[in-house]
């Protein structure tokens, strides 16, 4: 809630006011409102981007309210994305292929979904890591919708193989066989305690975390720390800190990113979408660096 009546003013909120937001739970450490309230300012748009927490029992009633209600769209989080796809009227390509959406268009009533979230996860790992996935053997950690987005966008950017586990052992398998049927990739998966983990990421190049391990202080560190080694790069998409896989891969001089910039230019392909306007990318990196 805003407090402060200069806080108000700056917004200039009135009757023609948009609203666009994000969905999912949690959503109080999101980063997202920063940064799109930064490029509606820099742009001059009268719109306002809003954080919603919604359950996972609610999810239909709260996509059906962006119709009720004229919002122009959102974004899905955890652990939406790949639930909503059910309660739209079209998919773009990437959603179709992947399965989950992280963006939703509110075209006159029309709910369309697109996935960003493929754009932005190749775009950081050649802006970050200088990573070029064709030909590569990954290593993912988690088999949900961010999962997805990855699996997908390094099989269509020719990755050799990718490996997959998840606490949930179903939910890897079908992810791995969706991925071989639909795509040129290789790609396995393996239990959570399975002894093969330590061999197979000796011989990735990649190791990506696609799992909330880490958005806590508290957290663990999502692998063995002695799995790691010096032909890896290490991507973590969380975003609101560095965990503790980032902070012990530097220290053992590994190339390892978090998931911000991910978030930046997910976020500036959604902009796009709703707005029609080329994205103000320096406006919102600022703003969320400054967060």
């Not at 980063?31 to 029992?57: D, G, R, T, W």
């Not at 075209?107 to 050649?126: E, P, S």
Request: include cysteine; hydrophobic fraction near 45%.
């Amino acid at each position: 809630m805003i407090t402060d009546k200069s806080a108000y003013d700056k917004m200039n909120i009135d009757a023609k006011t948009r609203v666009f937001g994000i969905i999912g739970n949690p959503v109080g450490h999101s980063l997202s409102p920063a940064m799109h309230n930064a490029a509606f300012k820099h742009l001059c748009i009268n719109a306002v981007y809003l954080a919603f927490k919604v359950e996972q029992k609610d999810l239909r009633h709260a996509i059906d309210s962006i119709r009720a209600l004229g919002i122009g769209g959102v974004n899905v989080t955890i652990p939406h994305k790949e639930a909503a796809v059910k309660s739209l009227d079209y998919l773009g390509y990437e959603a179709k292929m992947i399965g989950a959406v992280n963006t939703i268009v509110n075209k006159k009533g029309r709910l369309l979904g697109y996935n960003t979230d493929a754009y932005g996860f190749i775009k950081a790992l050649k802006e970050d890591l200088r990573f070029d996935p064709r030909k590569k053997t990954v290593f993912i950690i988690g088999a949900g919708g961010a999962a997805k987005a990855a699996v997908f966008s390094l099989a269509m950017a020719g990755a050799r193989r990718v490996i997959l586990t998840d606490k949930i052992d179903e939910r890897a398998m079908e992810l791995a066989c969706e991925a071989e049927l639909r795509t040129s990739c290789e790609c396995l998966c393996l239990k959570t305690n399975s002894k093969g983990i330590k061999d197979l990421i000796l011989n990735s190049q990649l190791l990506v975390n696609a799992t909330p391990v880490g958005m806590k202080g508290s957290d663990p560190v999502v692998i063995d720390p002695s799995f790691l080694h010096k032909g890896l790069c290490v991507f973590d998409l969380v975003y609101n800190r560095d965990t503790r896989l980032i902070k012990i891969s530097r220290w053992k001089a590994i190339k390892a990113a978090g998931g911000l910039n991910m978030l930046l230019h997910q976020g500036a392909r959604a902009f796009e979408l709703w707005t029609g306007k080329r994205a103000p990318i320096e406006v919102m990196k600022r703003a969320l660096l400054t967060k």
